[in-house]
Nanobody, 124 residues
Framework: QAQLVESGGGLVQAGGSLRLSCVAS????????MGWFRQAPGKDRVFVAT????????DYAESVKGRFTISRDNAKNTVYLQMNSLRPEDTAVYYC?????????????????WGQGTQVTVSS
């Protein structure tokens, strides 16, 4: 069973940047599509970004397009989320997820493994 550990969260001012990382313990990581989701206080967890096994195909929520970039390094079993031009409404706990399929998905029900989450707080 894959274990996912996120890091890189923190407090940043509006307009700033953060890069989240998620390291997977599973040796077959390169066969998994990966995703990032977030949950703001009092709200449901929602899709942010997803990437296929190869790293060549990705999809984003409309709210983050042009600001966030998902990428992966299969040699390091790591997926990243580069977040630029951060806004207060990006404040949330960010979760990394792994899907035992090569194709990406924006549906969190398609994911098999989840990390514990990392807090991102954007001040105005």
């Amino acid at each position: 069973q894959a274990q996912l550990v996120e890091s890189g969260g923190g407090l940043v001012q509006a307009g700033g940047s953060l890069r989240l990382s998620c390291v997977a313990s599973e040796r077959t990581f390169s066969n998994y599509a990966m995703g990032w989701f977030r949950q703001a206080p009092g709200k449901d967890r929602v899709f942010v970004a997803t990437i296929d096994w190869s790293g060549y195909s990705a999809d984003y929520a409309e709210s983050v397009k042009g600001r966030f970039t998902i990428s992966r390094d299969n040699a390091k079993n790591t997926v990243y989320l580069q977040m630029n031009s951060l806004r207060p409404e990006d404040t949330a706990v960010y979760y990394c997820a792994a899907r035992r399929r090569i194709a990406y998905s924006a549906n969190q029900l398609d994911y098999d493994y989840w990390g514990q989450g990392t807090q991102v707080t954007v001040s105005s």
